[in-house]
Structure formats: structure tokens, C-alpha cells
């Protein structure tokens, strides 16, 4: 019998009306605002009502450094949130929104697989409910009254040589990376330099999902630095007087989507941020609230552990006053014969040797998640050629790092293949025993923070930047800014800034090319080696393969 895919698992789903989801969690009626049947929005006034209630628990999951063979991350969270409930557990998933470039590209979407996904799928992975448009729209709208100031006489005395402030689509496009822009004579203005990055790259989507409330929205807005004076002190936001217009436009993005998993249960899908270019977390705001309504939130971070994880801990918790009481590291049994030098074309073919040699990879982010004091749980996403001896093997390797690996098979059948996971990780939790701490303090220089992050995370040996790049640094601490943590943008598929060098790599270096201050956001980014801020397609994109059927349905988003 043919596997059904993803799209078609979804159709299939029984949903309950969205209200009926809200009750479950002590939500209102007239505290969702409907976008349909099965999705809502959660009103700010809701939210502000529970600021005194306790929290519930905080269960990350992250993963190795993702191969072509899969790992399941988004798959796994889903999974663990419904075992969560089907164990008698209060529990809700905090997860991103999809953005459409990598749809149309080539990861996919963004709500999950098999039986553990979140619906309606179609919809959380193209436009939802316009969060991504908003922001979009807010990005450049600055751009716009930008380049308008200079037009109309500059009295804030631009540099226009030095305006940072680029432009943002939600769509993968190498072509606008670097452009020229105002050609066309006077009545276009200046011509300039200018580019796009992608819109979950955008400062405004990190401002978003950093944001406490609508207040601290527009204050962060207009904190954002746009460019520089020929005496190179900065202009904000706020001299260009765009926060308000910003901020009215991302007034109802600003609110966490409800929405429910295939076995409804609920979920909030808020925020977009990808985890190799900027801090890849769900939205504070969702998640905080999630806390409030349920005892066990589970959320999940981008990309390996390297990345999301570390960004999650040192970027997210530090700025949202917010802990873990356990993390769940997803890993496959492919992952590993792919990082122990098998191809692609042969994980079929049952080879433990590989599988040994490739959890030097899953033990390095075993390692780097205990030097934040948080206990590890490892989930085997379970594909069905995994061999008893291949999972043994990682089992066996887990138990020496002193953690321990649990399989689960939730992609073929939900929250049955969760329930051991699942019971584990509550009584982890329940123990009490993490001890959260950031990898650095506030106080360290910006450049030691990034050397600090390259070398316990990456296990480099040194980071090389150019005396401009120190120089950049120096002055943004004399400027304030020196408390502000750091985002790495790099590529996510290795330890090192090569992406062909998977396992756990030692006796490397990482370039830090550039960095860009997010004053609004509140971090300092380091763009290292050839990663790009606004990717490209690849050689066959899957929109070939995306159409209308007969029946008016999506297919091959899936």
C-alpha cells in the first residue's frame, strides 16, 4: 500500500472548530479573533489577563545538524506534544511560521509530518494569516520613507554612502541580493547601493518575536538604526518618525495563532526567524503565554543544536526572563551513517560501523546543551529501515554520554510513538534539576562573546575577523551596546562555517565577514563565511512541482 503523504494525512484530519481549542485552554470566545474555522488569533487583552498566573514547564527540542537524510525536529515537537497529552498531560507546542521561500525552494514547510503535524497545513505553509505580509510591509515602509527623507531635502543629514537599513521579500532570490537602486534621472532619487535580505532575516521579524507587548513593539522599532551621519553618528527610526506606521502595521501580527495539532491539540505558530541568519525562535509573546495555559510547553528552536539551541539559551531566555527544565535532542539513525561518510543512495543498507563513527556528532551537541545546565533527552526519529543493531548502537552511545535515547515512531503513528518519550521527559522536568545559565555574561566584550561561541559550541580554535570587523565592535561598545548578545549567521549544516564537513569537527577557524548591529532586536549580528542573508533556489525548485489539481487542492507542497 502506498505511504500517504504529508498533504493528504492533513486533508484527512478531523478539526474541531478553533473555539472548541481555545476552551481547552481556558481561552474565551471573544479572546480569538477567526481566521477561518480552524485558525485564530489571540487577543492582547487575553494575553495581559494572565500575566499573574505560574508557568508551566519549558521542554526545548533541538537537533543534530541536519543532513539531506532528514532528522524531523518540527515532526518530533508536534509528536511530543500530543504524547504529552495522550499521557494525561496539560500540554501545548509553541513552533515558527513557515516562510514561503523554503517552501518554493527546497526544505519544505514548517508544521510537521506524517500523523504528528499541526493543521491546517496548506495554510500555516503559505500565507497564514499574513503575519509574514505584515512584516514585510512594516520592513519597507522604512526602506521607503528612508530613501523619501533624502529626496525631500535630507535634514537629518544622511550619509547616503552608509544607510544600513536594506530591503525584505518573503522568497528566495539571489538576483536582489546587491542591487543599484533610484536609477532613472531626478525625479527617482539618488542612486545608491542597495539589496534585499529575506523577511525572516529582517530586524523587524526579530523585534516581533522579542517583543513583549505592543509598547515595548514600537519602543524597539524605533530603537532600529537605519544609517549614519558623515560624523557617523547614527539615525534611528524614530528620526524618521516610521515606528507608528510600523507599529499599526504589525498590530494584529503582534498576536500568537491558535491553532491544533491532527489529534487537536493546541498549538501557537508565531514568528518566522530562520536559525542560520538570525535568532530562530518562536515569538516571546506565544510563548510566554503558553506557559500561563498549560503545565508542559513544548517548543522547538531552528536548525542543530549549535544553532537554534544556542540561541534559543543565550539570545531568547536571557532577553524573555525564561528557562527550559529539559531539552529533547532529535537525531536518526540515517543522520548518522550520513555523518559517519555513508552516501545518500546507500542508508538503506544496514551499517553500524557508520552509525558508530557518526554520533561523534549527536555527543558534541549532547555536550554543548550540558554547559547551559540543562538536562538532555535524545528522540530516535525512527524511519522504518532503521535496523535493531543501528538503533542499539545510538543507544548505547547516548548511555556513555551519560544521557539516554528513547525511539520514537509518532511520523507513522502519532502520539502512540510518543508516549515513552514523553513520560521521560515529564519526569525529567518534574526533577527540577536544571540549572540554567547563559554561556556568557552581559558584561564580556562583544569580540570574546563571539570567540566564546566558537570555540565551546563550534570547538574552533580561533575566530578571524578583520580590523574593521574589531574595529565595528570596539565602537558599538563605546557607543552602549557592548551588553547585547551575540547572533551567529552561519551555515547550519556543520560545526564549521564548511557545509560539507559534517561529524564533530576540531582544528578549524571561523570568518566572521561582517557584523550588523539589531539595536531594536537587541543582539549584534556575525555573519561567518559564505552564508547569505537572502538565499537562492536551487537548480530545480519544488514550485515546478507545485499546482492546482483537478479538485481545486494544493498539490506537491508535500
Known amino acids: 500500500m502506498a505511504v500517504k503523504t504529508d498533504i493528504q ?60 537524510a532528514g532528522e524531523g525536529k518540527t515532526t518530533t515537537t508536534v509528536g511530543l506534544g500530543d504524547g504529552l497529552n495522550a499521557i494525561g498531560k496539560k500540554a501545548m ?19 510537521g509530518g506524517g500523523y504528528a503535524q499541526v493543521v491546517p497545513m496548506e495554510d500555516m505553509n503559505l ?34 554612502r552608509r544607510v544600513v537599513w536594506r530591503r525584505v521579500m518573503d522568497m528566495n532570490d539571489r538576483a536582489l541580493r546587491q542591487i543599484t537602486a533610484s536609477l532613472g534621472g531626478a525625479t527617482n532619487g539618488f542612486p545608491s547601493e542597495a539589496g534585499f535580505d529575506i523577511t525572516v532575516a529582517s530586524e523587524v521579524m526579530a523585534i516581533l518575536c522579542l517583543a513583549n507587548d505592543l509598547k515595548d513593539l514600537e519602543k524597539r522599532l524605533g530603537d532600529i538604526i537605519v544609517a549614519y551621519r558623515r560624523d557617523k553618528s ?22 500568537p495563532n491558535l491553532v491544533q495539532t491532527l489529534e487537536n491539540n493546541p498549538a501557537f505558530v508565531h514568528g518566522g526567524p530562520f536559525a542560520n541568519i538570525a ?29 537554534g539551541a544556542e540561541k534559543f539559551l543565550d539570545i531568547k531566555c536571557r532577553k524573555a526572563g525564561i528557562a527550559p527544565s529539559a531539552v529533547v535532542l532529535v537525531a536518526t539513525v540515517r543522520a548518522m551513517k550520513m555523518n559517519g561518510g555513508v552516501a545518500k543512495d546507500d542508508l538503506n543498507e544496514e551499517n553500524v560501523d557508520a552509525v558508530r563513527s ?46 539516554e535515547a528513547i525511539v520514537c515512531k509518532h511520523w507513522a503513528s502519532g502520539s502512540e510513538g510518543t508516549k515513552e518519550l514523553a513520560e521521560r521527559v515529564v519526569e525529567v522536568a518534574d526533577k527540577g534539576k536544571a540549572q540554567f545559565a547563559p554561556l556568557y555574561p552581559d558584561s564580556m566584550s562583544l569580540m570574546k562573546k563571539i570567540e566564546t561561541i566558537a570555540t565551546r559550541i563550534y570547538r574552533a580554535d580561533e575566530v578571524l575577523a578583520d580590523k574593521s570587523v574589531r ?14 548578545p551575540i547572533c551567529i549567521a552561519k551555515t547550519q549544516y556543520s560545526f564549521t562555517t564548511d557545509p560539507d564537513r559534517r561529524g ?10 561582517e557584523v550588523r548591529l539589531s539595536a531594536g532586536a537587541g543582539f549584534i549580528v556575525a555573519i561567518c563565511g559564505a552564508i547569505m542573508t537572502m538565499p537562492g533556489l536551487p537548480k530545480v525548485p519544488s514550485a515546478e512541482f507545485i499546482r492546482l489539481n483537478s479538485e481545486g487542492q494544493i498539490d506537491g507542497l508535500f
Not at 93 to 111: D, H, N, T, V
Open 93 to 111: 507546542i509553541c513552533i515558527r511560521e513557515a516562510s514561503l521561500g523554503p517552501c518554493f525552494g527546497m526544505k519544505g514547510g514548517a508544521a
Open 471 to 484: 574595529d565595528q565592535l570596539k565602537a558599538w561598545e563605546d557607543a552602549g551596546y557592548g551588553h547585547l
Open 504 to 513: 564533530a569537527p576540531t582544528g578549524h577557524s571561523v570568518p566572521v565577514r
Open 234 to 255: 547614527p539615525v534611528y527610526c524614530r528620526d524618521i518618525k516610521a515606528d507608528g506606521a510600523m507599529t499599526v502595521l504589525l498590530k494584529d501580527a503582534m498576536q
Open 127 to 160: 500565507h497564514f494569516t499574513g503575519d509574514f505580509h505584515a512584516i514585510t510591509s512594516a520592513h519597507n515602509l522604512l526602506s521607503a520613507m528612508i530613501d523619501n527623507h533624502i529626496y525631500w531635502g535630507n535634514s537629518l543629514e544622511i550619509d547616503s
Open 358 to 403: 557518526g554520533c561523534a556528532n549527536l555527543g558534541r551537541h549532547i555536550e554543548n546543551i550540558k554547559q547551559f545546565g540543562v538536562p538532555v533527552v535524545v528522540a530516535i526519529n525512527h524511519f522504518t529501515l532503521d535496523t535493531d543493531a543501528e538503533i542499539a548502537a545510538v543507544k548505547a552511545y547516548v548511555t556513555e554520554q551519560g544521557s
Open 279 to 307: 535568532h530562530g525562535c518562536n515569538s516571546v509573546i506565544a510563548t510566554r503565554t503558553a506557559l500561563k495555559l498549560a503545565d508542559y510547553v513544548v517548543t522547538e528552536a531552528g536548525f542543530g543544536a549549535d544553532l
Open 9 to 68: 494525512i492533513a486533508r484527512e484530519a478531523h478539526k474541531l472548530p478553533i473555539q472548541e481549542i481555545g476552551k481547552k485552554l481556558g481561552i474565551d470566545e471573544n479572546s480569538l479573533v477567526p481566521y477561518g474555522h480552524d485558525k485564530a488569533k489571540v487577543s492582547a487583552e487575553f494575553i495581559k489577563q494572565q500575566a499573574d498566573k505560574p508557568d508551566g514547564k519549558l521542554i526545548l527540542v533541538t537537533a543534530i545538524n541536519p543532513t539531506p
